[in-house]
């Protein structure tokens, strides 16, 4: 199994400064870069991620960075192999959404099924082991209840996460935005959160190449599932997954990262 891991993104908020965030100097270092998944919780947050995806079965992983020189490419550009990773890179040119990123890798792909994550979130190794097993394309879904248990996300974030849809096959319906109230209210339980955990097929980048901007002017993944199954006929499998993610979005993420990655062994 293949594996895609968006590594492009700017980091907005791991760069503001939170004086109420515990950070030794390179982890400040790091988190001025605003590259989270070089901020080191004991090693560079993104070894934990790779070594899940190892764990899960995956041999071949694609990270899809930015142009020119960068922290990323140059720590795994530089492992010895060979390991358990066979790591590639692909480049996007700009920072135009998620949806470019994952057409960055199609070549990587080759029409192959892949998994695709983001870099700055360590998905349950249950989670990767069920995509790689799920025969076709598939997405990851969390129950809300279990981020908040064993996790680190804290509440209010985890309300504005985009929520799924499934119907009573287990298919995945739409992928719902910034949900409302009464848009949550109306879903049966449990409620279920999409967190960019996805095993593809190569007609993602049709569906990739096809979409429009969104409103925040750029290429949006869930867009382009959404026309996969509503115009390419796509049937995602909806997985629900018990167990919490982990997410590295701000300074005040570092400290309970690292403390909760702190037994784990990173094997690359």
Known sequence: MKAVVLARGQGTRMRRADEAAPLDPAQRAAAATGVKAMIPVGRPFLDYVLSSLADAGCRRVCLVVGPGRNPVREYYGALPAPGRLAIEFAVQQEPRGTADAVAAAEAFAGGDPFLAINSDNYYPPEALCALCAAGGPAVALFERQSLLSGGNIPPERISRFAVAQSDGRGLLVRILEKPDEATLAALPEPICVSMNCWRFGPAIFAACRAIAPSARG?????????????ALGERFRALQIRAPVLDLTTRG?????AALLASREVRL
């Open 218 to 230: 750029e290429l949006e993944l869930p867009d382009a599932v959404q026309y996969a199954i509503d």
């Open 253 to 257: 993420d570092i400290a309970a990262v």
